[in-house]
């Protein structure tokens, strides 16, 4: 761990004369902007809330000035570290810029702030008959710049895709301040490089995004939800092959493994089979005719694998329960062990059930409890392991433990990371997946947008690199 640098005596006078009593110095309030959902803690020296583009822009250029570090945050529900101040310096919060400064049905796009929470936005998009895409389960509390930042997903991706399929462009600011854009209002152009889908998913490492030009789609008239139960998760990872390789995939396949099952029955949201081991969540969207459609071929996919009970959510109302449940296993998962590690490996779909298989057999061998549940179809699986780090031995074994799941991984022609980033978490692992000419270039960028290294250090690339 890198110890930060005393701030230059002028920098907090300096911050002050730029926002008032917006710029944070005391220590108690500094403790706010400490933590994300990792539960690390890495207190910030100094914290700037931006309310415009402008102050980015004379905030980053104060802090090139002085040489002081900025970390850009959102709503802090990061999962890997990313928004957190590990070597000091000025976290810079764009929570306060919440406009939504457009809305466009004629074109389907919006223009918003970054501190724009993901759900407020599909709100204020409905009464349009559009939405945005990309939906985390953190929807109600996360913010579109984090979104961008990791590059975000969720249930939705088979259908859909991720972040980057639906932004046309941005407006930045580098970290001496200077206001760039990048892409535009249309949904084809090809001039000059694609920056726009590099800054998507560059953790605030490269420039901090002030306003998003977000394409939109229109909200399917009709929604069919069907809950499969399976005896063998085999047989529920085999189904979700056999979906995905239709012409049409489903809008989310959802997979939830034996641990997740029992959390389920726990909370008493979801009646379940007792002998269930797998659980699928398949959803199908269209208009009404396409989805009675498609929800029929689904079901005949289903039985191909004998499944213990196909259930079909009846009203809008009772699918809606039953995502909340969904929602609701991160944080339930939280209350059974001291600590949660949630990693969000991703393997092509045909090679799901070796994932799946592997897991099981890691924590077996481990004596460490892994539940599986996530976005099984595009093989993204958030395999949280359940750790008590207080103890030396376990803290070893979990150190082992995710050594081997990473390995297996990308033996399985898999990436590390589906929609959380790398941020801390997962930095002492890239160079698994990424190759030495790769992680050069991958610097070289960093240094060229950023070349002194101020722009949320110590994120992504392992020690030292820039």
């Keep these: 761990m890198i110890l930060p640098s005393p701030l230059p005596a002028v920098f907090p006078g300096a911050l002050a004369s730029l ?93 918003v702030e970054p501190g724009v929470v993901n759900n407020d936005l599909q709100e204020a998009l409905k009464p349009h008959g559009l939405f945005w895409p990309p939906n985390p389960s953190s929807a109600r509390t996360c913010t579109v710049g984090g979104n961008l930042a990791m590059c975000a997903a969720g249930p939705n991706a088979p259908r859909y895709g991720v972040t980057r399929d639906w932004v046309l462009g941005l407006s930045a600011v580098l970290a001496d301040g200077t206001a760039i854009r990048t892409g535009g209002k249309t949904t084809k152009g090809v001039v000059g490089y694609d920056l726009t889908r590099l800054l998507i998913g560059s953790e605030g490492t490269l420039a901090v995004v002030t306003e998003a030009i977000l394409k939109l789609a229109p909200i399917p008239p009709a929604r069919r939800l069907l809950r499969a139960v399976f005896a063998s998760v085999p047989d529920s990872v085999q189904a979700i092959s056999a979906l995905m390789a239709e012409g049409t995939p489903p809008t989310a396949i959802e997979f939830l493994g034996p641990a997740t099952l029992d959390l389920l029955r726990q909370s008493g949201g979801v009646a379940l089979p007792a002998a269930g081991r797998a659980l699928l969540l398949v959803e199908t969207a269209g208009d009404d005719e396409e989805v009675d459609r498609l929800a029929a071929g689904i079901l005949r996919d289903l039985e191909r694998f004998h499944p213990l009970e196909v259930v079909r959510s009846r009203t809008e109302t009772e699918a809606a329960q039953v995502w909340e449940a969904r929602f609701a296993l991160a944080p339930a998962l939280k209350k059974l062990a001291p600590k949660r590690v949630n990693e969000d490996v991703v393997v092509p779909v045909s090679r799901l059930a070796e994932l799946i298989a592997g897991l099981e057999a890691l924590s077996t061998t481990s004596g460490l409890p892994i539940a599986n549940f996530g976005h099984g179809g595009n093989g993204n699986i958030h395999v949280n392991i359940l750790v008590d780090p207080s103890l030396p031995e376990m803290a070893r074994r979990l150190e082992d433990l995710l050594d081997k799941i990473f390995a297996l991984v990308l033996r399985l022609e898999g990436t590390l990371s589906g929609e959380h980033g790398v941020g801390i978490q997962k930095m002492p692992y890239i160079h698994n997946e990424v190759d030495p000419a790769t992680m050069a270039l991958q610097r070289s960028i960093k240094a060229l947008f950023d070349p002194l290294g101020l722009l949320n250090p110590g994120k992504i690339f392992p020690p030292g690199s820039v």
């Design 19 to 111: 926002l008032g009593p917006r710029a944070i110095t005391d220590p108690v309030a500094l403790e706010a902007y400490a933590w994300d959902n990792t539960g690390l803690r890495f207190c910030p020296q100094a914290v700037a809330l931006a309310e415009s583009a402008a102050e980015v822009a004379r905030i980053m250029a104060l802090c090139h000035r002085h040489r002081v570090p900025v970390i850009p945050r959102g709503a802090g529900s990061g999962n890997v570290g990313g928004a957190l101040a590990v070597r000091g310096g000025l976290v810079l919060s764009t929570q306060r810029m919440q406009r939504i400064v457009a809305i466009r049905p004629e074109d389907r796009y919006a223009v």
